[in-house]
């Protein structure tokens, strides 16, 4: 609190001499803002909301423009399957380092992943890219997730990394390989972006989905991706930012 002084009166002569100090008025400097308190009636707090949407990555937009959040990390090990581009995946890798998670791409092709690594983190290493079988573990926590990116080809070989509380694998499928029903049965959630009939019909059968859906898979623009489990489907549209769209360019499906 700020005070302001005043002074007193010197000695008279012949008076005993006393020291002086100064005369502190307390009260007295910069005072806080003065409103009116906020009251609210029983009757008033039905009008009150307060809208909290789920916290996680944002992927896109879905059909009515709004976003479309996926929550990547969890206390249990989370397992997506994309069958689909690297744009997408890469698009999600960046969006997830920059909610802090730490991203580690294991990759037969370092050079698709070595540009946007660098310029992910401004010099820092949030996303790293590793040789096929050359992923060690994470170290995964609440404080510091981490998002593994497998992009090894259609057919992709079991992990050597142990499944982990809030680290989250996605597999990249550019097509779908004899081993795809495994790999799809195992995801807790698939993207699918364009397919071709015949691959469309396979994940139809995989993943229950509607006639329609099955249609119109192998139509799909650049920049759609279905997001299926069992029980709930969403068509997810990827608009990338201005710094995305510098670093990785247009949407597309085929690298």
């Known amino acids: 609190m700020a005070y302001q002084t005043y002074p007193v009166p010197g000695p008279q002569p012949g008076a005993e001499q006393h020291p002086v100090r100064p005369r502190v008025l307390p009260g007295f400097g910069l005072r806080g803002p003065r409103r009116e308190k906020h009251v609210l ?4 707090l039905g009008a009150l909301s307060f809208p909290v949407g789920d916290d996680g990555v944002v992927i896109g ?5 709004q976003p479309a959040v996926l929550g990547l990390f969890r206390p249990t090990a989370y397992d997506l399957v994309l069958v689909g581009g690297v744009w997408t995946a890469q698009v999600i890798a960046l969006r997830a380092a920059a909610t802090g998670a730490r991203v580690a791409v294991e990759t037969g092709r370092a050079q698709l992943w070595g540009p946007m690594a660098q310029a992910a983190g401004g010099g820092q290493p949030c996303v790293t890219v590793h040789q ?8 995964a926590s609440v404080a510091s997730p981490v998002l593994v990116v497998r992009d090894l080809g259609a057919r992709p070989p079991r992990g050597r990394l142990s499944a982990a509380p809030w680290q989250t694998t996605l597999t990249l499928l550019p097509y779908l390989g004899p ?6 049965n195992s995801a807790d959630l698939v993207g699918v972006q364009r397919v071709s009939p015949q691959e469309a019909e396979l994940i139809g059968r995989v993943l229950s989905l509607d006639p329609q859906d099955v249609t119109a898979l192998p139509g799909l623009g650049e920049d759609l ?6 029980m ?6 990827t608009v990338p930012g201005p710094a995305e769209q510098q670093v990785l360019g247009a949407p597309r499906r085929m690298d």
Do not use: F, H, I
Not at 61 to 65: A, C, F, K, M, R
Not at 179 to 184: D, E, I, Y
């Open 41 to 44: 009636t029983a009757e008033d």
């Open 61 to 65: 937009e879905d059909p009515q423009g």
């Open 132 to 139: 096929v079988g050359r992923l060690g573990p994470q170290g």
């Open 179 to 184: 081993n795809a029903g495994r790999v799809l």
């Open 225 to 230: 991706t279905l997001w299926a489990t069992r």
């Open 232 to 237: 709930r489907r969403q068509y997810v549209r």
